[in-house]
T-cell receptor, first 118, second 110 residues
Framework: GAGVSQSPSNKVTEKGKDVELRCDPI?????LYWYRQSLGQGLEFLIY????????KSGLPSDRFSAERTGGSVSTLTIQRTQQEDSAVYLC????????????????FGAGSRLTVL | LAKTTQPISMDSYEGQEVNITCSHN???????ITWYQQFPSQGPRFIIQ???TKVTNEVASLFIPADRKSSTLSLPRVSLSDTAVYYC???????????FGTGTQLKVEL
């Protein structure tokens, strides 16, 4: 696609429910990132996918969080048993490469998915 | 990963030039310096990237001294629409995890 698409744009859920957030990166982009941004805060790294390599999950805050990327394209971030502190905007970004080329690692972000846990 | 330090906030007026400086004392040889802009309720947007000296595009200029331990994002003649958060990142080509700091909240007034 022309840009990074995220869905849903807004999600309101009850505490304890599971949620899935979807990210459709720019076609051909091999790298995909998930970030979380709480109100008035900076971006918190969650997870990174690069091609067929094992993802870097070092930013996932707990085992309730998981993400997968199918076929090297669409990614789904799943939050199980949501808690109120999970309320935030979840941002997805993709980039064309992390190779040794200037301009690499330039991220294109989606508009985000705003999650509200009641 | 090189850590970056930048001011939490800056205020300016329309028509003025704004310079935001970022410190990255531990920058490595193969690191590039990248700046992003984020408006409320939007994801960050790439502004400019450089390695050394000066880089200019239609949006901004980036000044990097010879030791590369800092960089300055220069926004010429800002307008109200430049009110945003500006993030400085040090990016290792071939690297993976990209960490954003808290950024600089720029507020432009009339």
């Amino acid at each position: 696609g022309a840009g990074v698409s995220q869905s849903p744009s807004n999600k309101v859920t009850e505490k304890g429910k599971d949620v899935e957030l979807r990210c459709d990166p720019i076609s051909g982009h091999t790298a995909l990132y998930w970030y979380r941004q709480s109100l008035g805060q900076g971006l918190e790294f969650l997870i990174y996918f690069q091609g067929n390599s094992a993802p870097d999950k070092s930013g996932l805050p707990s085992d309730r969080f998981s993400a997968e990327r199918t076929g090297g394209s669409v990614s789904t971030l799943t939050i199980q048993r949501t808690q109120q502190e999970d309320s935030a905007v979840y941002l997805c970004a993709s980039s064309s490469s992390t190779g040794l080329v200037a301009g690499a690692n330039v991220l294109t972000f989606g508009a985000g998915s705003r999650l509200t846990v009641l | 990963l090189a850590k970056t330090t930048q001011p939490i906030s800056m205020d300016s007026y329309e028509g003025q030039e704004v310079n935001i400086t970022c410190s990255h004392n531990n920058i490595a040889t193969n690191d590039y310096i990248t700046w992003y802009q984020q408006f409320p309720s939007q994801g960050p947007r790439f502004i400019i990237q450089g390695y050394k000296t000066k880089v200019t595009n239609e949006v901004a200029s980036l000044f990097i001294p010879a030791d590369r331990k800092s960089s300055t994002l220069s926004l010429p003649r800002v307008s109200l629409s430049d009110t945003a958060v500006y993030y400085c990142l040090v990016v290792a080509l071939g690297g993976n995890k990209l960490t954003f700091g808290t950024g600089t909240q720029l507020k432009v007034e009339l």
